[in-house]
């Protein structure tokens, strides 16, 4: 069957959900497609979070919305008609490991759920050591000269954008497509902790110098 075919195909990635907040969702036509974050093109995902909040639809039409955070970002699990009972012994509180489809609808991109199980809290941790290993991997990969120059890139670019006001962390990820987002941030929060860069709010950087 393709549809099987299919959810084989699609790889459940381990991501934090502030990954996922920046990547990109391609849209073909009216459909999303897939989030393009870096080299991967990603259509399911494996997360870990806390439950935050809760919504039960009341009357005829059946859903249920549930925020996930896991400290890196906040993201929506959204289930409709029969489906909202894969939601249903959900609480606040918990702490859950999801697998699930991304979908993209009205300018927020949410989880439609496929697997949920409780997990203990303490694997929040586990999961961010884990994922920021491997961020770390990726970034020793690349030889000393090269880290410079893609340092110097970034900072490049931030500088380049304070005559209008500084530069949103999408828009500098766009500019910079050939180097992964997860160095990008990486050094954008180094540039924040060392002082060379602020953010006059969320998401957007300015050089401080």
Same mark, same amino acid.
Request: glycine share 8%; hydrophobic share 35%; proline share 4%.
């Given at each position: 069957?393709?549809?099987?075919?299919?959810?084989?195909?699609?790889?459940?990635?381990?991501?934090?959900?502030? @990954?996922?907040?920046?990547?990109?969702?391609?849209?073909?036509?009216?459909?999303?497609?897939?989030?393009?974050?870096?080299?991967?093109?990603?259509?399911r995902v494996n997360i870990l979070g806390n439950i935050v909040e809760k919504y039960d639809s009341e009357g005829?039409?059946?859903?249920?919305?549930?925020?996930?955070?896991?400290?890196?970002?906040?993201?929506?699990?959204?289930?409709?008609?029969?489906?909202?009972?894969?939601?249903?012994?959900?609480?606040?509180?918990?702490?859950?490991?999801?697998?699930?489809?991304?979908?993209?609808?009205?300018?927020?991109?949410?989880?439609?759920?496929?697997? /949920?199980?409780?997990?203990?809290?303490?694997?929040?941790?586990?999961?961010?050591?884990?994922?920021?290993?491997?961020?770390?991997?990726?970034?020793?990969?690349?030889?000393?000269?090269?880290?410079?120059?893609?340092? @110097?890139?970034?900072?490049?670019?931030?500088?380049?954008?304070?005559?209008?006001?500084?530069?949103?962390?999408?828009?500098?990820?766009? @500019?910079?497509?050939? /180097?992964?987002?997860?160095?990008?941030?990486?050094?954008?929060?180094?540039?924040?902790?060392?002082?060379?860069?602020?953010?006059?709010?969320?998401?957007?950087?300015?050089?401080?110098?």
């Open positions: 069957m393709p549809e099987e075919q299919q959810f084989k195909r699609n790889i459940a990635f381990k991501l934090r959900i502030g @990954d996922i907040l920046i990547g990109k969702p391609i849209i073909d036509g009216e459909r999303f497609s897939f989030l393009e974050l870096g080299e991967k093109n990603i259509v005829e039409k059946q859903y249920s919305f549930v925020t996930l955070d896991d400290g890196s970002g906040q993201i929506k699990l959204k289930s409709f008609g029969d489906d909202v009972e894969k939601l249903k012994n959900l609480n606040q509180g918990q702490t859950v490991l999801i697998i699930g489809l991304l979908r993209h609808w009205n300018n927020e991109t949410y989880i439609a759920p496929e697997i /949920i199980k409780e997990q203990d809290p303490r694997y929040l941790v586990v999961r961010k050591l884990e994922l920021e290993k491997e961020k770390s991997k990726n970034t020793e990969s690349l030889g000393r000269e090269q880290i410079v120059a893609v340092k @110097d890139r970034i900072l490049g670019a931030i500088k380049n954008a304070e005559e209008n006001g500084g530069i949103e962390m999408d828009q500098l990820i766009m @500019d910079l497509r050939d /180097i992964s987002p997860e160095i990008i941030n990486q050094e954008v929060q180094k540039f924040l902790e060392e002082g060379i860069t602020f953010e006059p709010r969320p998401g957007k950087i300015r050089y401080l110098g």
